[in-house]
């Protein structure tokens, strides 16, 4: 996948891959090594923003509650919770057996309590920490340590499916003291040795492109995981990873490219497992340039490019053209509006009547002295083989309508801060992943313009801004679907950004690793009960 997006938006719908039955003491044990493309950018909750980092925090860290694969609520840090009549107050009521894993060189981990819980969201809603999840629990007012295990969340408004937004990662607040937010260049322990509650404990990585290694919590308060050791192999050239699963390298790939998926569909020693996430490929536009603010313009763009040949060609066509900011499939998902057809004559005529009727003489349009020429930033994270497909044709389906297009590639840290501080870009090629309320606020309201924020294009529509209130203050469910059904319309005649497909996603895994359930986003939450057969046993 191209490196995913992620000032993010969880995922809370689930995919099963299959029913098991108990796993047996005799099946514990084993090492699990797995192969990703890249490496983790920060280890830290509300900090990342990648998808690595996310899957690496999902073994090491903790929540209060968490999906299981039958789509029901269960307590994770939190034993048990009341919600209120009116719907506005919510109190957890925290397990008492747990501790934090183990500082470095000590024995026994610190007592896990409300104040941790406390200190998470504190730092988490900081307007000077820097994340985007921020929006994503606006609805909370305040919270509140009743005692020692017991905390109060009192929220603005009633919120729809409420308990599984306290999903959220729990940061150790003995670590933190001193600190009401993050901005990621703290002299903190947490960004070199990560210290969770999770089912894996942070055992070393070397350096910024090396293997992380992690080791089994014996103390894990849901019961110690099956699997001693899980190692995180990073590649820094996704053709090989696949090579290296069957080669015997590695046990488990995350996201197989679609033109290997034939490969490993032929060799009887590895399961091939598709799950759906909810997200979708875009095209991001920077309104602030004065051109591409004209909405003719982009919407050319959109009529100049064949995203099914583009498609069916780099990603086997194993996905879906959309035509608005939803994933289809979904109960926000608007049916009826259909997505931009290829049409370079449609996009000539649009460009035409914007005024870039003239001609450089290497063929770029231009209106007066303006050449139509934007900057596409792409992190180097995503310099693969298919990424490079896409943004190569790109290239040459604007070139052919006498638009031009200069790539620029910067490594991650860089590429965010040109794109969410900064805003120093025209156009990037990016992913967003949802939860099922499909919130898109943080994505096109007009308060969500801003250094860190997820409106990085700066769309602003007052229509868009009242139809986003309105869906987060309802509780009914239909009127919310009808609200999202419009904002599908209007953003898709809007066009903030080309809207491309969303892809089905495949994992490789070597048929000894077993009792595999697989989440959509965080990947490894069910994690505890997977186990591994020894070599020979299969």
């Known amino acids: 996948m191209k490196h995913k997006l992620f000032p993010f938006l969880f995922l809370a719908l689930l995919l099963i891959t299959g029913a098991f039955p108990a796993v047996s003491e005799n099946h514990r044990g084993g090492t699990l090594v797995y192969g990703e493309y890249g490496s983790p950018i920060r280890l830290v909750p509300i900090l990342a923003n990648d998808s690595i980092s996310i899957r690496l925090i999902e073994l090491i860290y903790g929540s209060l509650v968490y999906y299981d694969p039958d789509g029901n609520i269960k307590g994770d840090l939190a034993e048990k919770w009341e919600v209120s009549k009116n719907m506005k107050t919510v109190t957890f009521y925290l397990r008492k057996n747990v501790r934090w894993h183990p500082l470095p060189g000590e024995k026994e981990g610190m007592p896990f309590t409300a104040d941790d819980v406390v200190k998470t969201f504190e730092i988490m809603m900081n307007p000077k920490t820097v994340t985007s999840i921020q929006s994503r629990y606006s609805f909370i007012d305040s919270v509140e340590k009743v005692n020692r295990y017991e905390v109060k969340f009192k929220l603005k408004r009633p919120i729809l499916n409420v308990l599984g937004r306290f999903s959220f990662k729990i940061l150790p607040a003995f670590l ?148 608005g900011p939803f994933p289809p499939g979904s109960w926000a998902y608007n049916l009826d509006v259909k997505p931009i057809p290829y049409s370079p004559e449609e996009a000539n005529r649009l460009l035409d009547s914007a005024g870039f009727t003239e001609r450089t003489k290497d063929g770029i349009r231009k209106r007066g002295s303006y050449k139509l020429e934007f900057d596409m930033l792409v992190p180097i994270s995503k310099e693969n083989e298919t990424t490079k497909r896409v943004i190569l044709a790109f290239q ?66 007052p229509e868009v801004d009242a139809l986003l209130d309105e869906a987060q203050s309802t509780l009914d469910i239909e009127k919310r679907r009808t609200i999202y059904r419009r904002l599908h319309k209007i953003l898709a005649r809007d066009v903030p950004y080309t809207y491309l497909w969303t892809l089905t996603n495949y994992a490789a895994y070597n048929r000894r690793l077993r009792h595999v359930i697989i989440h959509p986003t965080r990947f490894f939450t069910y994690i505890k009960d997977w186990y591994v057969l020894p070599k020979g046993s299969e």
């Open 176 to 323: 933190l003291k001193g600190y009401s937010y993050l901005k990621g260049d703290e002299n903190i322990l947490l960004y070199k040795h990560p210290i969770g509650t999770g089912p894996y404990m942070f055992v070393s990585q070397e350096g910024p492109n090396s293997a992380v290694v992690l080791k089994a919590y014996n103390n894990y308060h849901l019961g110690r995981p099956n699997i001693d050791k899980i190692i995180m192999r990073p590649f820094a050239d996704q053709n090989i990873i696949t090579q290296t699963l069957l080669y015997g390298g590695i046990d488990l790939e995350v996201r197989v490219p679609p033109r290997d998926i034939a490969e490993i569909q032929g060799d009887m020693r590895f399961e091939l497992e598709p799950y759906s996430t909810l997200s979708f490929s875009f095209f991001g536009y920077n309104l602030r340039n004065p051109v591409l603010a004209i909405r003719n313009v982009r919407l050319a763009i959109s009529y100049a490019i064949n995203r099914q040949e583009m498609l069916d060609s780099f990603f086997e066509g194993k996905g879906q053209l959309i035509s």
């Open 396 to 461: 040459n389906y604007l070139r052919a309508v006498g638009i031009k297009i200069n790539i620029k590639w910067l490594e991650w840290k860089a590429w965010t801060e040109a794109v969410f501080i900064k805003h120093k870009f025209d156009i990037i090629y990016a992913d967003w992943l949802f939860d099922d309320s499909f919130d898109i606020s943080s994505l096109f309201h007009s308060r969500e313009i801003g250094p860190g924020r997820n409106n990085f294009g700066a769309y602003k529509n």
